[in-house]
C-alpha cells in the first residue's frame, strides 16, 4: 500500500513540473513550429503544388540536399580521422588542437563566413592569388560546400571521439600481436565499433548543413539558380513579402529535420536497450 501511494503522489507531483515544462515550451518552440505549417497551408494544396513546381524552389532544395550530403560524406572521413588522431595520439599541443577543431560550435556563422572571404575570397590572404588565375571559390558552390564544412566539421568529431576514447586499447595491442597493421586494426577492429558514432555524426551533420544560414549568405552571394540554398530561398522570398512562399520551403525542411531527428532519436534509444 505505501509503495503505491508513493508511485501515485510521484505522479500527482510531477504535474507541475510538466505542466511548467509545456508553459515554457509552448511560446519557445511549438506555437513557432506549428505557425510555419499554417501559414504553409494558408495559400492551399494548389499554392503549395504550384511553390514546388517554380525553378528557384526546385534548385534551392536540390541543392541544399546535394551540399548537405557531400558536407555529411567528406566530414564523415575528416572527422573521422581527427577523432582517432586525437584519441590515439598523444602529442604537444593536442589539448589546444582539441579546442581549435571544436571553435565552429562556438563562433558565429556569419563569423565564419567572413573569415572564409578574408581567406578564399577576391581581395583575401590566398585568392588574391587565386583571382588572376580564374580560380574564385567565393560566391560559388564550393565556396558553399567550404562554409558548410567548416561550421559542421565538430559534429562528427564529437560524435566518433567519445567512442574510441571507452574503446579498450586491449582489443587493439591483440590486433598488433597477431600481425595486423595500423590500418588493419583500424579497419577491422576500431571501425566496426564507431558504427553508432559515424550514424549519429552524419544525421547531425546532414541536419545542420540543410538548415545553414549565417555562413551561407556570406560566402554564397545568394545568387540564383546558382549558389541560393533553400534557407537562402525562404530568406529572399520573406524580403519579397512572398509568406505562404516561403513557409512552404520552410514546412519542407522543417519536415526533413524532424524525420532525421526522429530515426536519430529511435537509433539511440535502441542502443541503450541492447547496452541495458
Known amino acids: 500500500m505505501k509503495t503505491r501511494r508513493r508511485r501515485t503522489s510521484r505522479k500527482t507531483t510531477g504535474l507541475l513540473p510538466i505542466s511548467f515544462l509545456l508553459l515554457v515550451l509552448l511560446p519557445l518552440l511549438l506555437m513557432p513550429l506549428g505557425a510555419i505549417y499554417i501559414f504553409a497551408a494558408r495559400g492551399g494544396l494548389g499554392h503549395f503544388i504550384r511553390t514546388f513546381s517554380q525553378s528557384d524552389a526546385q534548385f534551392a532544395l536540390r541543392f541544399s540536399l546535394l551540399i548537405a550530403f557531400a558536407t555529411s560524406l567528406v566530414n564523415g572521413v575528416l572527422g573521422t580521422f581527427a577523432a582517432y588522431v586525437l584519441a590515439k595520439y598523444r602529442f604537444p599541443g593536442r589539448e589546444a588542437l582539441s579546442v581549435v577543431v571544436n571553435l565552429p560550435v562556438a563562433i558565429p ?3 565564419v563566413g567572413t573569415s572564409l572571404l578574408l581567406l578564399w575570397g577576391p581581395l583575401g590572404l590566398l585568392g588574391q592569388f587565386l583571382d588572376p588565375m580564374g580560380v574564385q571559390p567565393m560566391f560559388a558552390p564550393f565556396g558553399v560546400f567550404l562554409a558548410h564544412l567548416f561550421v559542421t566539421f565538430p559534429y562528427m568529431l564529437g560524435a566518433v571521439k567519445p567512442v574510441l576514447d571507452e574503446l579498450e586499447a586491449t582489443y587493439e595491442e591483440a590486433a598488433y600481436t597477431i600481425g595486423a597493421s595500423r590500418w588493419q586494426a583500424f579497419r ?9 558514432g559515424l550514424f549519429s555524426g552524419t544525421l547531425l551533420t546532414f ?5 545553414e544560414f549565417g555562413a551561407t549568405v556570406m560566402v554564397s552571394g545568394n545568387l540564383r539558380l546558382r549558389t541560393q540554398t533553400a534557407p537562402l530561398y525562404i530568406f529572399a522570398q520573406f524580403e519579397a513579402g512572398n ?24 537509433f539511440t534509444q535502441r542502443r541503450s536497450q541492447r547496452v541495458a
Open 109 to 111: 556563422t556569419v563569423v
Open 188 to 196: 577491422f577492429v576500431i571501425l566496426p565499433t564507431l558504427r553508432g
Open 207 to 211: 541536419a545542420h548543413s540543410l538548415g
Open 243 to 266: 509568406i505562404e512562399t516561403a513557409n512552404a520551403v520552410a514546412a519542407v525542411l522543417a519536415t526533413l529535420s524532424f524525420a532525421l531527428f526522429f530515426v536519430l532519436l529511435r
